[in-house]
């Protein structure tokens, strides 16, 4: 069955730093999402994104963090200088739809990126 | 601004007995409502949804959720829990007119006893 993955599993990185989190997508997916849960919180919506360009984001999407789909199967999440406050777990998450308010509106999640920032 | 709300952060039981997790909404326009699951080290699967039609929705192992407009609610039950029903359970909603990016609740770890 596929599935969505992402790497590394997890990532410890000096604050100012520069991080890139990676996703590989379900294949034939059209709409992808970065999500976070800080420890002890709830997952939030970071940003969605779809025919190569940024759908909605969310006030926590500032202009630190970008999305990238560099190839047909790459989805990335760069922070471009980290804060403590961004150490979180980071989940990517794929849906098949090609119209909203169609279809089944299932997102598949990868297995996440815990980002620790020293 | 729509929100989700489970009320039970944890919550602990004894094999076979039923269970019931808690959830509540807030929302102004209509909304599609979901539950996920995560086992640990694992991501978040779909457990089950409502989308339209039916107000009580089922899944395949057993766990049903009921909608209820009026008490703008999506429970979760269980009738009898195994020790393998243990993991971290999220209540979500989405906005019918969104690129479908999901609100989520606090979660409720669900911690089964033999």
């Known amino acids: 069955e596929p599935e969505v993955t992402q790497t590394p599993s997890h990532q410890v990185t000096q604050m100012g730093q520069e991080v890139i989190l990676r996703c590989v997508p379900i294949?034939?997916?059209?709409?992808f999402y970065w999500y976070r849960q800080i420890l002890g919180q709830k997952v939030e919506f970071l940003v969605s994104?779809?025919?190569?360009?940024?759908?909605?984001k969310s006030e926590i999407f500032d202009d630190q963090f970008s999305v990238e789909r560099p190839d047909g199967s790459n989805f990335t999440l760069k922070i471009r200088s980290t804060k403590l406050e961004d150490s979180a777990m980071y989940f990517c998450?794929?849906?098949?739809?090609?119209?909203?308010?169609?279809?089944?509106?299932?997102?598949?999640f990868g297995p996440g990126t815990r980002l620790t920032v020293t | 601004a729509q929100s989700v709300t489970q009320l039970d952060s944890q919550v602990p039981v004894f094999e076979e007995a039923p269970v019931e997790l808690r959830c509540n909404y807030s929302s102004s326009v209509s909304v599609y409502l979901f539950w996920y699951v995560q086992y640990p080290n694992q991501g978040l699967q779909l457990l089950l949804k409502?989308?339209?039609?039916?107000?009580l929705v089922e899944s395949i192992n057993g766990f049903e959720a009921e909608f209820n407009k009026s008490q703008t609610s999506f429970h979760l039950r269980k009738p009898s829990v195994h020790i393998s029903d243990t993991a971290e359970y999220f209540c979500a909603v989405t906005l019918r007119a969104s690129q479908g990016n999901l609100i989520f609740g606090k979660g409720t770890k669900l911690s089964v006893k033999p």
């Open positions: 409502y989308l339209s039609g039916s107000t």
């Open positions: 998450a794929s849906r098949k739809e090609a119209r909203t308010g169609t279809g089944s509106y299932e997102q598949y």
């Open positions: 294949s034939n997916h059209l709409y």
């Open positions: 994104f779809y025919n190569n360009e940024i759908s909605e």
